[in-house]
């Protein structure tokens, strides 16, 4: 799996989460987001476990939507676990920063103005 692969894969699992959870991105805590814990999990953290957030889904859909790290690599071998994790909960949290972060107001960029008092 490629970042770009992963980065699909959270894009499919945000838009259903926008469907069947709207505003969720407000739900998950960044700093203890954790894919490979079925509590701090993005699953977990919304619905208190991985497999209560399952509950609608396949356990190929949960792997679809970049919500669990079963991958297969281009030449079809399967590829460790920490390495897939690692690249979808990168995926999770770029997602996250784009809906939580202002990036910008009437197409400009966003300024963080510093008082120098």
Request: net charge negative.
């Amino acid at each position: 799996m490629t970042q770009a692969d992963a980065r699909d894969r959270v894009s499919k699992g945000a838009l259903h989460l926008d469907q069947v959870r709207p505003g969720w991105a407000w739900q998950i805590d960044p700093g203890t987001l954790d894919l490979g814990s079925e509590c701090h999990c993005v699953l977990g953290q919304l619905y208190g476990l991985y497999t209560r957030g399952l509950v609608n889904l396949t356990r190929h859909q949960g792997a679809a939507y970049g919500f669990d790290a079963t991958a297969l690599d281009h030449d079809g071998t399967f590829i460790g676990r920490d390495t897939a994790y690692r690249q979808l909960q990168d995926a999770w949290i770029e997602v996250l920063a784009d809906r939580l972060l202002p990036s910008s107001i009437e197409g400009q960029p966003a300024a963080v103005e510093v008082s120098k008092s």
